[in-house]
C-alpha cells in the first residue's frame, strides 16, 4: 500500500516530535544526575538491566553511571552536587576518581 505525501509527513512529524521528546528527557535525566549529591558508605548495589548501578547511600537509592562496576559494598562514595565528578573511597583512601 502506498502511502500519500500528507501520510508521509505525519509520519516524518511524528517521528521528529518523538525524537525531540527523547533529547528533552535524555538532558532532564543529565541534569536530575548532575544536580544530586550524596557523600556515605554503600549499603547495597543493584543494576539496570543495562547494567548501570545504583547504589543505596544513607537509605537512599543513587544512579552512578560511571563506575563500571567497580564500586563495592562498603566503600565510600562522595559527590558534590552540579559536578560529574564521584570520588570513591576505601579503607579511608582515595582509590578512583570518576567523570562523566
Known sequence: MERTAGE???LISLLAVFLLLLFIWNRCSR???INQ???GIVKSIEYSSKRTP???IKGQMYVIPSVEG?????DSLVKKANTTVIY???NGKLI???SW
Do not use: A, I, N, P
Open 70 to 74: 567497580d564500586v563495592l559494598v562498603g
Open 54 to 56: 545504583s547504589v543505596e
Open 8 to 10: 508521509r509527513g505525519c
Open 37 to 39: 549529591k550524596f557523600s
Open 96 to 98: 578512583k576518581k570518576y
Open 88 to 90: 570513591q573511597y576505601r
Open 31 to 33: 541534569k536530575e544526575l
